[in-house]
Structures are given as structure tokens and as C-alpha cells.
């Protein structure tokens, strides 16, 4: 069962380091999903792609975050000059169009994520 | 108007009693429901979802009720078991993303 994977799945870095994360969607699924979410709350959505596209970013992600997508395939989310409140589970999702009647709808689904830890 | 509102924050429900949470939303521009289950450290797994234009789906112990007038929608989990013991997750969708309550941390005692 080839799921979405990540790597690594804990990262500890000291404030002001850069940091680079890696997703790995499932194989056929052409839409990719960077999501954050901090102790005790819900997912944040931070950006997504179809296929190489970078379609929307989210207020949340700050000049210092940067994802690609560079082949469509894999994509990474690197945070640059990393600050204590960086400090999350960063999660992917990938997902595919499933179409029901007229509707299109897309089930994402969720790697294992990257506990980052910035001291 | 974006947001997803989720509650009881957390439960505890007996095994084999109901579990039942409820999430409210502001914005018809939503135009699908998924439910998400969580243990501490991993991902979120989808566990059921539902469209707007459907007022129930089942799928074994898991049911969502969805109430499109009121903009409310509910998990039921029947004969709830310590392993759903989990926190729970609803959302809603919007061009494709997410955007999730702040979850339920559910308690099942045996």
C-alpha cells in the first residue's frame, strides 16, 4: 500500500536555520496539499499544486516558506530563517478528482507528517 | 465566515454507547464535508465524507448527518469501541482545500 510518505518525520533545528521537507503523494493523485498544524488545533491549509502548479498560498505562509512541485510528481516546503513559532507538524495530502454526478469532489489524504522543532 | 466550528472539544462515552459530535460552518460556497480521525503522532485518515446535497451517509459504525439549512453537520459513531478512542476531525472544502475545525478528543472506556 503506497501511501503518502514524508521525510523526514522529525526535524530539530535551531532558530535561524534552514529547513527543507519532502512529500511523496500517491502515485496517481495530480493534486498535492501542504498543511500545518500545531498542538491541540486542527490543520491549517498553507498551499497546493496541480500537477507542477502552485495554485494558492495561504496568508499563513510568510515569505520565509517556499514549496515546488517541480515535475509534478514530489514536492518540497522549505522554511528559511526558521523561528521558534515555526515549531509544528507539517503535513501533506494528496488527492485525486472523484467525480460524482456533475460534482467533483477531491479526497485527500494524509501522510504521517514532519514534527518540526525549533529551538 | 471561513470558519469550521467543532464540538464538544473533548468526550468520553462508555463502550458500545454513541458518540456524537457536531461542527457548524458559515460559508455555502463549501461543497463537501470529510470527517477526519487522528491518534497522537500520526496523520489524519479519512474516515467518511459527504456532499452537500445528500442529508445522511452511513458506512459500518460511522454516520454523518448533514443538515444543509441549518449549515450544521454531526458524527455519530454507534457502539463505540476503546479503539476509536482518537481525536476527531471535521472539515469542509473549498476549491479543493480544507479548512478543519479544531477537533474532538474522544474517550471510550471499556
Known amino acids: 500500500d503506497t501511501g503518502v510518505s514524508q521525510d523526514p518525520r522529525h526535524k530539530i533545528t535551531k532558530r535561524g536555520q534552514n529547513v527543507t521537507f519532502r512529500c511523496d503523494p500517491i502515485?496517481?493523485?495530480?493534486?498535492l496539499y501542504w498543511y500545518r498544524q500545531t498542538l491541540g488545533q486542527g490543520p491549517e491549509f498553507l498551499t497546493y499544486?496541480?500537477?507542477?502548479?502552485?495554485?494558492?498560498k495561504s496568508r499563513l505562509l510568510s515569505d520565509r516558506f517556499s514549496a515546488e512541485r517541480p515535475k509534478g510528481s514530489f514536492s518540497t516546503l522549505e522554511i528559511q530563517r526558521t523561528e521558534q513559532g515555526d515549531s509544528a507538524m507539517y503535513l501533506c495530502?494528496?488527492?485525486?478528482?472523484?467525480?460524482?454526478?456533475?460534482?467533483?469532489?477531491?479526497?485527500?489524504?494524509f501522510g504521517p507528517g514532519t514534527r518540526l522543532t525549533v529551538t | 465566515q471561513q470558519q469550521v466550528k467543532q464540538s464538544p472539544q473533548s468526550l468520553i462515552v462508555q463502550k458500545g454507547g454513541i458518540s456524537i459530535i457536531n461542527c457548524a460552518y458559515e460559508?455555502?460556497?463549501?461543497?463537501?464535508f470529510p470527517w477526519y480521525q487522528q491518534f497522537p503522532g500520526k496523520g489524519p485518515a479519512l474516515l467518511i465524507a459527504?456532499?452537500?446535497?445528500?442529508s445522511e451517509k452511513k458506512e459500518g459504525r460511522f454516520t454523518i448527518s448533514f443538515n444543509k439549512s441549518a449549515k450544521q453537520f454531526s458524527l455519530h459513531i454507534m457502539d463505540s469501541q476503546p479503539g476509536d478512542s482518537a481525536t476527531y476531525f471535521c472539515?469542509?472544502?473549498?476549491?479543493?482545500?480544507?479548512?478543519f475545525g479544531q477537533g474532538t478528543e474522544l474517550s471510550v472506556k471499556p
Open positions: 460559508n455555502t460556497a463549501f461543497d463537501y
Open positions: 459527504i456532499r452537500p446535497d445528500v
Open positions: 495530502a494528496s488527492s485525486l478528482a472523484v467525480t460524482v454526478w456533475d460534482t467533483i469532489t477531491y479526497e485527500q489524504y
Open positions: 499544486f496541480q500537477n507542477e502548479a502552485q495554485l494558492e
Open positions: 502515485s496517481e493523485h495530480n493534486r
Open positions: 472539515a469542509a472544502s473549498i476549491s479543493g482545500k480544507l479548512i
